[in-house]
Antibody, heavy 121, light 110 residues
C-alpha cells in the first residue's frame, strides 16, 4: 500500500527556521516525483515545487522560488520542505503528494495527511 | 486569483446530477490534460479524475470528467450526501512552468 506520512504540526515564531518531512512507503521512492502543495486557511491549493528523489532534480513554482527549499534523502525515502526564516504568512497546511506521469499529462495520485504550520509571535 | 476559474459553489439534492466547470487558457487546459481532486473538509485532497476523464481505482462511476478546448467539466450523478466536499481542477501550465489549480468549488448536498 502506497503511503506518504508527514511530520506533525508545528508552531513557530517569525524568523525561525523549519524543515518538515514526508516519508514514502509501499513503492519505489526513487522512481516518482514528490510535490509539495500549500493550502492557506480557508483557501485553495497552490503548487510549490517538486523533486525527483532518484537524482534530486528539483523544480519550483515561480511563486515559491527562493522562498523555500525542497530536498530529499533517498536512503530513508523522505522528502523535505524547508524555510530559513518563517513569516506569519507561511501559516498554512502543507501537503506532499506523489506525482505520476509526465509533467504535461501527469497527476498527483497519493497525498500525505498534511502538516499544519502556525507562525505567530 | 487562480489561473483556472471555477464557480465558488454548487449544490444539488440527493440523486441529482451536478456539473462543475473549470475554465483555463491555451497554455494550460488547452494544451494539457486536466485532473480533478476532491477534498472533504479536514482531510487531504484525493485524486478523483485524471487525464481528463479517467477514474482511479475505487472512484465510483458516478464521477465523470470531460474537456473541450480550454474548458473542462466534472459531473457528479446520483448525488449523495457523502459527495459534500471541495472540488479542485488542475493542469500543467506551459507558460508558467507550474501546476495550476482552480480556486475550488464547494459542493453542498441539500
Amino acid at each position: 500500500e502506497v503511503q506518504l506520512v508527514q511530520s506533525g504540526a508545528e508552531v513557530k515564531k517569525p524568523g525561525e527556521s523549519l524543515k518538515i518531512s514526508c516519508k514514502g512507503s509501499g513503492y519505489s521512492f526513487t522512481s516518482y516525483w514528490i510535490g509539495w502543495v500549500r493550502q492557506m486557511p480557508g483557501k485553495g491549493l497552490e503548487w510549490m515545487g517538486i523533486i525527483y528523489p532518484g537524482d534530486s532534480d528539483t523544480r519550483y513554482s515561480p511563486s515559491f522560488q527562493g522562498q523555500v527549499t525542497i530536498s530529499a534523502d533517498k536512503s530513508i525515502s523522505t522528502a523535505y520542505l524547508q524555510w530559513s526564516s518563517l513569516q506569519a504568512s507561511d501559516t498554512a497546511m502543507y501537503y506532499c503528494a506523489r506525482h505520476r506521469g509526465s509533467s504535461r499529462a501527469g497527476y498527483f495520485d497519493y497525498w500525505g495527511q498534511g502538516t499544519l504550520l502556525t507562525v505567530s509571535s | 486569483q487562480s489561473v483556472l476559474t471555477q464557480p465558488p459553489s454548487a449544490s444539488g439534492t440527493p440523486g441529482q446530477r451536478v456539473p462543475i466547470s473549470c475554465s483555463g487558457s491555451s497554455s494550460n487546459i488547452g494544451s494539457n490534460t486536466v485532473n480533478w481532486y476532491q477534498q472533504v473538509p479536514g482531510t487531504a485532497p484525493k485524486l478523483l479524475i485524471y487525464s481528463n476523464n479517467q477514474r482511479p481505482s475505487g472512484v465510483p462511476d458516478r464521477f465523470s470528467g470531460s474537456k473541450s478546448g480550454t474548458s473542462a467539466s466534472l459531473a457528479i450523478s446520483g448525488l449523495q450526501s457523502e459527495d459534500e466536499a471541495d472540488y479542485y481542477c488542475a493542469a500543467w501550465d506551459d507558460s508558467l512552468n507550474a501546476w495550476v489549480f482552480g480556486g475550488g468549488t464547494k459542493l453542498t448536498v441539500l
